[in-house]
C-alpha cells in the first residue's frame, strides 16, 4: 500500500469505499471507531474521495471531551508535563533488583554470589600484594621463602634463621652453603629498604 503524498491517497488494493451503498474503490483513510492508544494503532476507515470529503466535515475531535480536556488538547505544552521513561531524571533505569526480591529456596543465587564474592576478595589480595612489592623484591621474597603477604617481622625472623642454618660458624666450618648464605643476605638487604616493610 503505497501513499501518494500530495492528496492522502493510498493505492487501493482491493479495499472498497466503506460508505454504505457505494461501490468505488477506497483510497482515503479515515479514523476508525477506535483510536491509536497504548493496545495498538487503532482502526481505519477506507473511503472514496467523495466520502471522505463528507466525513471530513462532519468529524468531530474533540467529541465527547469536556471544555476542560479540550483546553488541554489544544495547548502547545500538551504532553511535555508528563515524563516518560526515556526522560526521567533515572533515564528509564528502574535500578537493579535487591536480593530480597528473589524468592531462593535452595540457594543457588546466594551460593554462587558468595563463591563470586570469595573470588573476588582472593584477586583484590592478590592484585594488592602484586602492587606491594616489585619483581626484585618478589624474587628476594622467594628466596627467603617467604609469600607476598610477609611482613617486616617474618623477614626478620625468617632471614635469621636462615642464616643460622647456612653460615660456617654454625655448621662447624662447612663452607659449601656460601652462595646460598649470601643469596640470603642479599635478598635480607634488598627487602629491608622495600617501602611496602617500612
Not at 494503532?41 to 477506507?46: H, I, L, S
Not at 471531551?65 to 531524571?89: C, K, N, V, Y
Amino acid at each position: 500500500m503505497r501513499r501518494d503524498r500530495l492528496h492522502g491517497r493510498f493505492e487501493s488494493r482491493g479495499k472498497i469505499c466503506d460508505w454504505p451503498g457505494c461501490d468505488e474503490a477506497g483510497e482515503f483513510r479515515a479514523p476508525g471507531a477506535r483510536r491509536a492508544s497504548f493496545d495498538g494503532p487503532g482502526d481505519w476507515r477506507w473511503f472514496c474521495l467523495d466520502h471522505v470529503r463528507e466525513f471530513n466535515s462532519g468529524y468531530d475531535y474533540f467529541e465527547g471531551m469536556s471544555s476542560e480536556q479540550i483546553f488541554e488538547e489544544q495547548s502547545p505544552l500538551h504532553g511535555w508535563d508528563q515524563h516518560t521513561r526515556a526522560f526521567r531524571t533515572d533515564a528509564g533505569v528502574d535500578g537493579i533488583p535487591r536480593w530480597a526480591d528473589f524468592s531462593d529456596p535452595l540457594e543457588a543465587i546466594s551460593a554462587r554470589a558468595r563463591q563470586h564474592v570469595r573470588e573476588r576478595r582472593e584477586d583484590l589480595r592478590a592484585a594488592q600484594s602484586a602492587a606491594r612489592f616489585s619483581p626484585s623484591e618478589r624474587r628476594a621474597l622467594s628466596t627467603l621463602g617467604l609469600g607476598q603477604d610477609a611482613d617486616r617481622k617474618a623477614v626478620r625472623t625468617r632471614y635469621t634463621r636462615l642464616v643460622r642454618d647456612f653460615h660456617p660458624d654454625h655448621n662447624g666450618g662447612d663452607r659449601s652453603r656460601e652462595d646460598r648464605l649470601r643469596q640470603v643476605v642479599e635478598a635480607y638487604q634488598l627487602l629491608r629498604k622495600a617501602p611496602a616493610l617500612a
